[in-house]
């Protein structure tokens, strides 16, 4: 249990990938703050938790919103008294082209996806000093492939890996590590989004699964493991850092 006693703030972890990093931290020992905009999702995620004898608080939170921030900053804080490891998870997709892209539309994954990473860091920063403590931010390997029709997202997620850099850089000497995973297709929510936006839906699951090398779309439990070890002293001398946990995306070949 060498998580035992620290504290992790995951955003977005009512489901999907962030779910699996709160279920993964809990079960190596860790007291968990489970952040969603959707609190009864966080609270399934918190009970989930307890029946595998862990701990963890749902708490509401809407990362675009500075006072909501504010408000897990507190909560946690009052809860547990410090913070170790933040994991700036959430996010929203929206699939459309640029063209097709409302003004709304772009603000709201700008201020979600590259707000939230902002908002939250910033935040939880006076407390991550005190801790020594790091920053996952998790990005997308649509920061490096460019893929139809998601224009928004893609430009999101090539932010947060410019952000985690400049995070890294500039609070290294305070003790704080900041990373960033890119995953690839995940058999989470934001994943079967896109593939509900589809003409075909199976068949664009089975076509994306396609194009990694590993022939098949990844599980949430697979980037929650990254996570735990970018958030690890296993990781202690990386920042600065994306990881890519793609199953060799873009070089995937249908069997001859």
């Not at 170790?84 to 003004?103: H, P, R, Y």
């Not at 058999?187 to 089975?206: I, V």
């Not at 996570?227 to 990386?238: D, G, H, N």
Request: aromatic content about 8%.
């Amino acid at each position: 249990m060498k998580w035992k006693d620290r504290t992790v703030v995951i955003t977005g972890s009512g489901s999907g990938i962030g779910r699996a990093c709160a279920l993964a931290f809990a079960k190596a020992g860790a007291t968990v703050v489970v952040a969603d905009r959707n609190l009864p999702a966080a609270q399934d995620t918190v009970a989930r938790i307890k029946e595998g004898g862990g701990e963890g608080l749902a708490v509401y939170a809407d990362v675009a919103d500075p006072t909501s921030v504010a408000g897990l900053v507190e909560t946690t804080i009052k809860a547990f008294g410090k913070i170790d490891t933040l994991v700036n998870n959430a996010a929203i997709q929206i699939n459309k082209t640029v063209a097709d892209t409302s003004f709304e539309e772009w603000n709201a994954q700008m201020a979600v996806n590259v707000g939230g990473v902002f908002l939250c860091s910033k935040l939880f920063l006076p407390y991550l000093r005190t801790s020594r403590g790091n920053i996952v931010n998790m990005s997308s390997v649509n920061g490096y492939f460019v893929e139809p029709s998601c224009a928004g997202y893609c430009a999101t997620k090539a932010a947060i890996m410019g952000l985690t850099k400049a995070m890294a850089i500039d609070h290294g000497h305070e003790g704080i590590r900041v990373n960033c995973i890119c995953p690839g297709y995940i058999d989470a929510g934001l994943a079967e989004g896109y593939f509900q936006s589809q003409a075909n839906p199976a068949q664009a699951r089975k076509d994306a699964g396609k194009l990694h090398a590993l022939w098949r779309i990844g599980k949430a439990e697979e980037v929650a493991q990254v996570a735990i070890f970018l958030a690890s002293e296993e990781a202690s001398f990386v920042t600065g850092s994306a990881y890519v946990v793609d199953g060799g995306f873009g070089s995937g070949l249908p069997p001859k």
